[in-house]
């Protein structure tokens, strides 16, 4: 025990000890590290994949609400319910498929013949309320649920007809303008 | 501390017990397993952080190529848009990474059926939205996709 307290034995242990301790902690970090690079790449690839579902769920709405071909309720029209629409878009590689839910209400638009309409996509199985709500005052407000929100209008007359007649037949949703576009509730 | 174990040693007899090349066998030992760990730790971080990078380069090169097929068939004024167009030809945005490849998909038409419907290979008119997937490739074979829908522009 005295050759142990008086030479240096154990300090070749002791040094691989801190040696093995520092550079353990170094690795640690490095690979925590990684991981965290790895995980938020992750999660920004299932946003972008979430944000290109939604946006492609809101154009098919946009379009199936012009292919229906009738005015939908507005001020002034009547007609019918603006239409919620489900749409799943496939699996890619490295994503799911996304299931969405696109809710649409129409607002007040200022011109006659011109409908401004709301659409929200939402997970699906959300409802339409808790996605977007105000169909019955014509007053479109998103919810919190809603991924993303697009403002529309629709023109119901031919470009640089203001009001129906030989030349101006009512062909409703003739064109589309898309003036606001808001995807900033998508994570990731 | 090192300099009393210094004037210690430079005191003491040089030995050659097997106390002392018990502890350096040990030691090496030690040394031994845990630097083989560590290098095994690093070398997988390093091909994470590479698997990582090539994520993130797929990431950008997605959401530019994407951006762009979007912006050429819907978006612009004189629009790419041809109904059921069964591919498209997209030209490439000059920021692209070298050494990865890009490939368009063909297109799926939404066929509508009540509220919902699905995307089908048969266009069921010349105004279906289409379905398009662009997926990108990186060096060491590292694909990612992204499907994104077009619709007749206005």
């Known amino acids: ?188 | 501390m090192l300099y009393a174990m210094i004037r210690a040693r430079l005191r003491a007899e040089p030995s050659d017990s097997g106390d002392t090349l018990l502890e350096v066998v040990i030691s090496s030992a030690v040394v031994g397993i845990a630097a083989v760990a560590l290098i095994g730790a690093l070398l997988t971080s390093i091909t994470a952080s590479s698997e990582h990078r090539s994520l993130t380069v797929n990431d950008t090169a997605l959401k530019s190529y994407a951006d762009a097929a979007v912006q050429q068939i819907q978006r612009q004024a004189s629009a790419n848009w041809q109904g059921c167009a069964a591919s498209y030809t997209v030209t490439a945005p000059t920021n692209m990474p070298s050494n990865y490849s890009v490939a368009l998909s063909g297109a799926q038409y939404w066929t509508g059926s009540g509220n919902s419907g699905s995307w089908t290979s048969s266009c069921p008119g010349a105004t279906a939205p289409q379905l398009l997937t662009v997926t990108v490739t990186s060096p060491t074979q590292v694909a990612t996709s992204v499907s994104f829908v077009v619709r007749k522009p206005t």
């Open chain 1, 1 to 188: 025990m005295s050759r142990l307290r008086n030479d240096d034995d154990g300090g070749v242990l002791v040094l691989a000890v801190i040696f093995v301790f520092v550079v353990g902690l170094l690795g640690g970090a490095i690979a925590t590290f990684a991981s965290a690079s790895l995980t938020q790449t992750s999660s920004l690839g299932k946003g972008r994949t979430q944000e290109y579902a939604a946006e492609g769920a809101i154009q098919v709405a946009i379009q199936r609400v012009r292919d229906l071909n009738t005015v939908a309720t507005a001020p002034g029209y009547g007609g019918t319910a603006c239409p919620t629409t489900s749409v799943t878009i496939p699996a890619t590689t490295g994503a799911l498929s996304t299931s969405l839910t696109v809710v649409c209400v129409v607002g007040q638009a200022s011109v006659p013949f011109q409908r401004k309409i709301v659409f929200a996509a939402c997970p699906s199985g959300t409802s339409d309320v808790n996605c977007l709500s105000g169909q019955a005052t014509f007053t479109p407000v998103p919810k919190a649920a809603a991924l993303v929100v697009a403002t529309t209008l629709y023109y119901d007359l031919p470009n640089g007809c203001t009001t129906v007649g030989s030349s101006c037949a009512l062909t409703p949703g003739t064109s589309v303008d898309i003036s606001g576009w808001d995807a900033s509730a998508v994570t990731g």
